[in-house]
């Protein structure tokens, strides 16, 4: 009985694909109107050229024809539509026509027809290549009592980039993305990835950059008997300053006040910029090393005084 019941299951399984498949045979044997999407295929692209903008990828259709053959046509032939740009090195509407689509001979296909785009925009440019700077997009805030010495530097400092000629020429430079730095009481080095704000089109010689900045403590030392100088005094004019020298205390990063040895310390009145008739007491400017600034000096000012210089006449003989 076992053995009866699998023999009959399988005749019924037999019978019933037979007769999917004479349904499908009636059914794909009918006409049927399709609409569905093929490949765009572009070719003659010439070397050194390349897309400003990328083309679609494919093109929707619409035809009228027999259920079997358009199966085979779209899924086992490949269908598709062609367009050939040899000799086009420009921008320029490539309108569609239905002859460029593929149709293998013999195949019962009718009212074929480009449903969308009906023009395609192709937009192409010769291939550069150039090399550009590379900016850390980087906000570092030190730590009180420390302090940034020097910019913020990438390795490399540049890189080459590749792509359209008309994309390219737009490049200033490149930037890393946006970091922030809080609070720091040492150097950094980290590696950050570059925006390509541009265009997808162009081609970085590598995506990340290494990024330094060095952070040093703060420290300070004293100077003493500092001289007062005078700049910009008119011919003719004669100034007293009291006290000449003042003693003063500089704060920096240490390889800043090392550089007070080549570059010592000036404290500075400059009679164009600030002397006024009516003041007497005035606080000298600080000029030194970058990053080094006047923490103290005393005393804080200074009394300064201007007179004209008396000429004698000549005597009359």
Not at 18 to 47: H, K
Not at 106 to 131: H, K
Not at 195 to 210: A, D, T
């Amino acid at each position: 009985m076992k053995g009866f019941a699998s023999v009959e299951n399988r005749v019924k399984v037999a019978l019933l694909f037979l007769a999917i498949l004479l349904w499908f045979f009636v059914v794909s044997n009918q006409n049927y109107e399709a609409d569905f999407s093929v490949p765009l295929v572009i070719r003659g692209l010439e070397a050194g050229y390349l897309f400003v903008e990328d083309p679609p990828q494919s093109v929707d259709i619409a035809c009228r024809g027999r259920g079997r053959d358009l199966l085979v046509w779209r899924h086992l032939l490949g269908a598709h539509l062609e367009v050939n740009i040899s000799g086009f090195s420009t921008k320029q509407d490539f309108p569609l026509v239905p002859q460029m689509i593929t149709v293998p001979a013999g195949f019962s296909v009718q009212n074929l027809r480009i449903a969308w785009p009906e023009t395609l925009r192709l937009y192409i440019d010769r291939l550069a290549e150039t090399r550009v700077p590379v900016r850390a997009d980087c906000e570092i805030i030190p730590d009180v009592g420390f302090v940034q010495v020097g910019p913020t530097l990438c390795e490399p400092d540049s890189i080459s980039i590749r792509g359209p000629q008309i994309l390219i020429q737009q490049v200033d430079e490149l930037v890393t993305r946006h970091r922030r730095f809080l609070y720091l009481d040492e150097s950094i080095e980290t590696r950050l990835s570059l925006r390509n704000v541009f265009s997808s089109k162009i081609l970085l010689e590598v995506q990340n950059v290494l990024v330094r900045a060095t952070i040093e403590a703060l420290e300070q030392i004293r100077r003493d008997s500092v001289a007062v100088e005078v700049r910009n005094l008119p011919q003719g004019m004669l100034c007293v300053i009291s006290p000449t020298h003042a003693d003063v205390v500089l704060e920096g990063p240490k390889s800043s006040l090392a550089a007070l040895d080549s570059l010592p310390p000036r404290l500075v009145l400059d009679y164009e910029a600030d002397w006024r008739k009516e003041q007497s007491n005035y606080f000298p400017a600080f000029e030194g090393p970058p990053l080094v600034r006047l923490a103290a000096v005393d005393p804080p000012e200074v009394s300064w005084a201007i007179q004209e210089v008396a000429t004698q006449k000549p005597k009359r003989r």
